[in-house]
């Protein structure tokens, strides 16, 4: 979420279902999952995943996910976290929501930098979008899929910083 102060400043409001994160691994340890991370022939680990107990499969790196029956049997919920936030218009002027495709290889601030230069949300999603696939592609051979989505709230102009 974007707050107004001298400049736009980013505010989370939300976290991230990692796999390695000590509360989200337990809770899939206990329900019958494994966690950990593969090592490619290059060395490098990749991002910790979700597997079954006795099995290679489903290899999520989330611990969070809607309607995957499979990883759903190795501890991985479609139990949301909720947070509630008072919003102000005139104090917070624009959200982001988006998933891990954006968040990945992008701050919240530089986000919120990027979407406060666009006078229509439709324009910084799409700068958004391009920005998020040029670092994946900086950093992988293949993009992750990415959804985002950017609510005005009360008031946001854009583009000149304006409100």
């Known amino acids: 979420m974007c707050r107004v102060g001298v ?7 939300s976290k991230d279902h990692k796999p390695d ?3 989200e691994k337990a809770r899939i ?5 494994r966690v950990f ?8 680990d990749g991002p910790a995943r979700v597997w079954l107990k006795h099995a290679d499969i489903p290899g999520l790196a989330m611990s ?3 309607g995957d029956l499979v990883a759903h049997t190795a501890g991985v919920s479609s139990e949301p976290e909720i947070f509630e936030v008072k919003l102000s218009p005139g104090e917070h002027c624009f959200l982001v929501s988006a998933s891990d495709g954006l968040w990945e290889f992008m701050t919240s601030q530089e986000v919120v930098d990027i979407v406060a230069s ?10 958004l979008m391009k ?7 900086d950093e992988e051979e293949v993009v992750d899929d990415t ?15 304006a409100i």
């Open 7 to 13: 400049r736009y400043r980013a505010i989370e409001v």
């Open 21 to 23: 994160d000590p509360k």
């Open 29 to 33: 340890e206990a329900n019958g999952g």
């Open 37 to 44: 991370a593969i090592q490619y022939d290059d060395g490098v």
């Open 64 to 66: 969070r996910s809607l």
């Open 118 to 127: 666009f006078a229509k949300p439709q324009d910084a999603v799409s700068a």
């Open 131 to 137: 920005e998020s696939k040029r670092r994946w592609l």
């Open 147 to 161: 959804t985002i989505c950017v609510a005005c709230i009360g008031g946001w102009k854009g583009g000149n910083g």
